[in-house]
Every structure is written in structure tokens, then in C-alpha cells.
């Protein structure tokens, strides 16, 4: 049999990505809520329990909106936000109340949003447990680094290091063979999801994502083009 034709998640059946208990549901990773419509013709899926699958939705819909009501500068429910945001800010006053309390002044008039860093880690953990399993394989033990930011704040040099995301050292490390990233080192597309420079577009100006084999693993992505996320796994 041709490796180049395997796939990493048929060898790794059985398992939710999450937790390692039987997969009785399959999640989209990044979940629905963080996309447009109409959404990707193949959206990334995993195997998940239906514990797992439930337990993220609350934090992913406070991080689609809390990401949007910063870009937009308010909580209010107006056609300046995305359609899914728009829809959940109507539907859950609490959410908007909580999100527009998070809107601070400070002593030079500048509008800052204070996070709740929590709930926001637990998303980007959990996307990059999703992404990992779907480009190489499943990591459920703790990575040494999980770390978000928006990229506007990031310097010149940062932004431009945390972009190469195929680069620097790692570039002598290839993907696990039958792997969907070995597959994309190697020019042959494993989906219908556009591949350029490292990153994997989910949905242009939505959501995008590098997987790279470090000796361990790192991942990164990047959310409505505001918020830059990395995720590392040691050997």
C-alpha cells in the first residue's frame, strides 16, 4: 500500500481527540461558530465524545464574540457584526451585557476590553488539540506553551516569525508519513482547504492554522485575522 495514500485519523480511530474516551460524535475543528456562511464545502472533523463536543460551546461562542466586539468597538447587536455574532448577541443578553462590561476607558480615553483569559485558553487548547489530530495526531497531554494575542500588538519581528510558521529550524523535521501534513509538504492536497506558506485557510479573513512537527508539535492560528494563537507540544 502507497503511505502516501494513509490517513493519520484512520490509524487513530477510537478516541476522542480530547480526552481519549470512545469518539461517539465528530467535531468540526474550528467549530461553526467562528466561521461565515456559507461555511467551507470540507470543514476539518475529529472524533469526539459527546461530553467533549458539548462542553466548548459556551466558551467558543464568548470568544466569536467577544473577538468581534472588539474589531467592531461595541457589544450592541448592529449589522456591523458577523451574522452568527449578530444572532448570538440578540439571542443571549447576558453574553452582550457581560462582553459590554468588559469595555474599559483608560486615563488617556484609549478603549481596552479586559479578557477572560479562562475560557479564551480553553478554546485555543481545544483548537489545537483538533487541528494537531487532524494534521498529525492526537496530543492529550498539557503542552508547555499555550499563548493568544491580538496582532496588532505584536512587533515587526514577532509578527513576522509567528507568520513563518514552516520555517526557521523546523524545516528539516518532516510530517509523520500517511499524515494529512505530510501530504501537504509534498504538494498533494489531502482536501479541498487552500495551503500556502504553511497555513492551512479554513475560510479566508476568518480562520487559518499551521501544524508543524518541532520534534514535538506546534500549532498555530490565527482567528478573523485579529487574534494570533500558538500551541506547543515538547518531545
Not at 86 to 105: G, S, V
Not at 168 to 186: C, N, T
Request: charged residues 30%.
Amino acid at each position: 500500500m502507497d503511505p502516501r495514500q494513509l490517513f493519520i485519523d484512520k490509524r487513530h480511530t477510537g478516541m476522542c481527540v480530547y480526552c481519549g474516551t470512545y469518539p461517539d460524535t465528530g467535531d468540526h475543528v474550528p467549530s461553526k461558530v467562528l466561521l461565515d456562511e456559507p461555511y467551507p464545502l470540507e470543514l476539518p472533523v475529529v472524533g469526539a465524545c459527546r461530553r467533549c463536543n458539548a462542553s466548548f460551546s459556551l466558551d467558543e461562542q464568548y470568544l466569536a464574540c467577544f473577538v468581534d466586539c472588539v474589531i467592531c468597538g461595541d457589544a450592541e447587536a448592529s449589522d456591523a457584526h458577523r451574522p452568527n455574532v449578530k444572532r448570538i448577541l440578540e439571542d443571549n443578553p447576558a453574553l452582550r451585557y457581560r462582553i459590554e462590561d468588559a469595555r474599559k476607558r483608560d486615563e488617556a480615553d484609549n478603549l481596552l476590553w479586559e479578557t477572560e483569559a479562562d475560557r479564551i485558553r480553553n478554546v485555543v487548547l481545544k483548537l489545537a488539540r483538533g487541528q494537531a489530530a487532524y494534521e498529525l495526531y492526537p496530543k492529550l497531554e498539557e503542552p508547555s506553551i499555550v499563548g493568544f494575542a491580538p496582532l496588532q500588538i505584536l512587533s515587526d519581528d514577532r509578527r513576522f516569525a509567528f507568520e513563518q510558521v514552516a520555517g526557521g529550524d523546523r524545516i528539516g523535521l518532516w510530517p509523520d508519513i500517511g499524515s494529512r501534513s505530510f501530504r501537504r509538504a509534498f504538494g498533494k492536497s489531502p482536501d479541498r482547504l487552500p495551503f500556502s506558506g504553511g497555513w492551512v485557510v479554513v475560510q479566508p479573513d476568518r480562520y487559518r492554522y499551521g501544524v508543524v512537527e518541532t520534534g514535538g508539535v506546534l500549532v498555530r492560528m490565527v482567528l478573523s485575522e485579529y487574534l494570533a494563537c500558538e500551541v506547543v507540544w515538547d518531545c
